[in-house]
């Protein structure tokens, strides 16, 4: 059963993706057009009495969204007061379903649209498909202010003279490292020589920006983002005082909300044929390809800034620890080779000695010989000799050069993916959920003033 916002089924248009990449059946509508941005599922019973779904495409077209009877808020006094979180076992399956109804007639409403699978049994897990149409993506887009490449590019300066030819040979001895991924996902190489410019994006200046086509102009991270943020500030006003999909998630009116996956990670066809998801599977999450760089850019463009930060963190990390995972294994062989020449080993565990210590205790302890203790001695020193002082000194300035390094290496990401904007933007909302929890209405009241602007 498919819900629209009022535009026909067959009205949109075929996503423009190319035809060698395979994507998954199941990553589309039922029409096969509209993509799948973010899947709400949900556990479901049959109802005794049969109740009529909203009819939520004729009514959304002209604004008008009425709930049925058994919706308002004099028939269902109860509900008024909300739901605390913790209390899934108080609402009935009746309940939960004029929840649901409420919910999926505000993403209506928030310009979002939804596909149900048909209840054919008495019982089980449904599942509700929701796409992102271009007029709803674009007022996001330009109310998050997220950057997008525009028509001006230019040419990086080759190095000349002996750094560029220093700069050659690094880049020949490590292309066995290098992830095996399109180019213009891996801005790090030095084919790469083009930085396109970006800017916030603008429904009034479209004519700036390099768009190929409508459906591939967001990546499908930026997409299932603005889905995310519809979905944290739509509010249940009849049936519930709630706001957001965490607190229908808390309370078990749907069980788990969740962007889909680019079809399968198994391949079929050629290495030209990878779609995001395989190229990861291959490139990235194998452990055949251990040894190679991440490519930062395609886990960027498949996961978000976020997680591609995080991984660019673990990768710089990774390779720092290297230099004193050699000095450590220095340190120990140090110590082995010179353990037998430590004077309070030798005589620690030299049984002619014969020291006798006194009793490490009041009258249960008795005497104890030093030799006693030679195999802790000595395995002391493996790891606490001469050598470790030149280790210690060497971790001090490590920690300080790896955090500037991770500094640069931020700052290099920051001003590759255009993130600048972007990570205020998130501050400024996250400052203002905190400060008002009512935060749906004023962002609605947002939308409102910039529509009229």
């Given at each position: 059963m498919g819900l629209d916002n009022?535009?026909?089924?067959?009205?949109?248009k075929q996503p423009t993706t190319e035809p060698t990449i395979e994507l998954g059946k199941g990553t589309f509508f039922a029409d096969g057009q509209r993509k799948v941005d973010y899947i709400l599922c949900y556990n479901y019973k049959k109802r005794r009495i049969s109740l009529h779904r909203l009819s939520l495409t004729s009514q959304a077209s002209n604004g008008s969204l009425p709930l049925p009877s058994m919706l308002r808020r004099d028939t269902q006094p109860e509900l008024e007061a909300g739901l605390p979180e913790g209390e899934e076992s108080q609402l009935?399956?009746?309940?939960?379903?004029?929840?649901?109804?409420?919910?999926?007639?505000?993403?209506?409403?928030?310009?979002?649209?939804?596909?149900?699978?048909?209840?054919?049994?008495?019982?089980?897990?449904?599942?509700?498909?929701?796409?992102?149409?271009?007029?709803?993506?674009?007022?996001?887009?330009?109310?998050?202010?997220?950057?997008?490449?525009?028509?001006?590019?230019?040419?990086?300066?080759?190095?000349?003279?002996?750094?560029?030819?220093?700069?050659?040979?690094?880049?020949?001895?490590?292309?066995?490292?290098?992830?095996?991924?399109?180019?213009?996902?891996?801005?790090?190489?030095?084919?790469?020589?083009?930085?396109?410019?970006?800017?916030?994006?603008?429904?009034?200046?479209?004519?700036?920006?390099?768009?190929?086509?409508?459906?591939?102009?967001?990546?499908?991270?930026?997409?299932?983002?603005?889905?995310?943020?519809?979905?944290?500030?739509?509010?249940?006003?009849?049936?519930?005082?709630?706001?957001?999909?965490?607190?229908?998630?808390?309370?078990?009116?749907?069980?788990?909300?969740?962007?889909?996956?680019?079809?399968?990670?198994?391949?079929?066809?050629?290495?030209?044929?990878?779609?995001?998801?395989?190229?990861?599977?291959?490139?990235?999450?194998?452990?055949?390809?251990?040894?190679?760089?991440q490519p930062l850019d395609l886990i960027r463009k498949y996961f978000g800034e976020a997680i591609g930060l995080y991984f660019a963190w673990m990768g710089v990390y990774t390779r720092m620890l290297v230099p004193p995972s050699l000095l450590g294994l220095i340190v120990f062989l140090y110590g082995v080779l010179t353990v037998n020449t430590n004077v309070p080993s030798q005589e620690m565990c030299d049984d002619n000695l014969n020291f006798t210590m006194c009793?490490?205790?009041?009258?249960?302890?008795?005497?104890?010989?030093?030799?006693?203790?030679?195999?802790?001695?000595?395995?002391?020193?493996?790891?606490?000799?001469?050598?470790?002082?030149?280790?210690?000194?060497?971790?001090?300035?490590?920690?300080?050069?790896?955090?500037?390094?991770?500094?640069?290496?931020?700052?290099?990401l920051k001003h590759a993916w255009d993130l600048t904007i972007l990570l205020q933007i998130v501050f400024f909302l996250d400052q203002t959920r905190q400060i008002n929890g009512n935060f749906g209405y004023i962002w609605t009241e947002l939308i409102e003033q910039k529509d009229h602007l």
């Open positions: 009022g535009n026909p089924p067959g009205s949109a009935s399956e009746e309940e939960k379903a004029m929840m649901r109804e409420e919910f999926e007639s505000g993403l209506l409403e928030q310009g979002l649209q939804l596909e149900r699978d048909k209840e054919s049994r008495s019982q089980g897990i449904g599942f509700i498909r929701l796409h992102v149409p271009w007029a709803t993506l674009s007022r996001e887009a330009e109310l998050q202010k997220i950057k997008v490449p525009v028509k001006k590019s230019y040419e990086l300066r080759q190095p000349q003279g002996i750094a560029g030819k220093i700069a050659l040979l690094y880049q020949t001895l490590i292309k066995p490292f290098r992830p095996d991924v399109p180019e213009t996902l891996n801005t790090q190489s030095h084919q790469n020589r083009t930085k396109t410019l970006s800017h916030p994006f603008s429904r009034d200046k479209l004519h700036l920006f390099e768009i190929k086509s409508q459906d591939i102009l967001f990546d499908y991270s930026v997409r299932s983002r603005i889905v995310k943020e519809i979905l944290t500030r739509t509010a249940c006003t009849q049936t519930c005082q709630a706001t957001g999909i965490s607190s229908l998630l808390a309370t078990g009116v749907y069980n788990s909300a969740f962007p889909p996956h680019d079809g399968s990670f198994t391949r079929k066809g050629g290495r030209d044929q990878r779609n995001d998801r395989q190229l990861l599977y291959e490139e990235w999450a194998n452990y055949g390809v251990m040894f190679k760089y009793p490490l205790c009041d009258a249960v302890c008795d005497y104890w010989k030093l030799s006693s203790v030679c195999s802790l001695t000595r395995a002391s020193y493996l790891f606490d000799n001469g050598a470790t002082t030149l280790f210690a000194i060497f971790m001090s300035l490590w920690a300080a050069f790896f955090l500037e390094h991770w500094k640069r290496r931020q700052m290099c």
